[in-house]
């Protein structure tokens, strides 16, 4: 049983200062801020829970070492979604590049431990549209890599054009033409399920 601490508040300015000082209080405080954010950005574009659970404290351990060298240019959300989304195109690139061709086909089978597509469940979306998600989830993995990131972040994650700018280093109309092109992409990919 996990031992309960008395809720607290922090500053994004207070955070940083506490995560650099090494407090307990500080890295329980992003945890709650930001554990479910995050977790649902990686699984989002990874679709495999176990591998988002590992890759969600992979970015929490990084943000934590990492601390020191925030510069504090954009928001710490912002930071720590961009390390989350670079920690989630990277295990997507080692996937690939060991199952080449096999790549999408394995998302699709129970084989070396890849999750079925029928089971793939995300927590933001709600049950009575779970079967309508997971053909999307499916059609996101033929998207582009820029183009699963922006739509992810804003269409699943409901950031702003300008807060997924910021993470993607990009500017809001590129970010704008990624969702543009990344909806026209999944109409072709859906239309197989869409009524005349």
């Known amino acids: 049983m996990h031992k309960r601490f008395p809720p607290i508040s922090l500053t994004e300015q207070e955070l940083i200062q506490g995560l650099i000082a090494r407090s307990e209080d500080a890295f329980r405080f992003l945890i709650s801020e930001y554990g479910d954010r995050v977790h649902n950005t ?8 176990e591998d988002a659970e590992d890759l969600t404290q992979e970015v929490f351990v990084e943000v934590y070492n990492s601390i020191s060298k925030f510069k504090g240019e954009a928001r710490l959300f912002t930071w720590i979604y961009r390390i989350a989304s670079t920690k989630s195109l990277d295990l997507l690139r080692k996937r690939k590049a ?4 096999a790549f999408i086909t394995s998302i699709f089978s129970s084989e070396e431990g890849e999750m079925e597509i029928s089971d793939f469940s995300h927590p933001g ?8 998600a997971k053909i999307l989830f499916k059609a996101m993995n033929k998207l582009p890599e820029n183009q699963r990131i922006a739509f992810t972040l804003c269409q699943i994650e ?18 704008e033409s990624l969702i543009f092109r990344a909806k026209g992409n999944l109409k072709k990919y859906l239309k197989d399920y869409y009524d005349s």
């Open 42 to 49: 990686v699984l989002s574009i990874i679709q495999n829970k």
């Open 98 to 101: 060991k199952k080449r061709f």
């Open 125 to 132: 979306i709600i049950a009575e549209n779970n079967e309508r």
């Open 158 to 175: 409901n950031l702003s054009y300008k807060e997924a700018a910021e993470v993607m280093k990009l500017s809001v109309s590129s970010v």
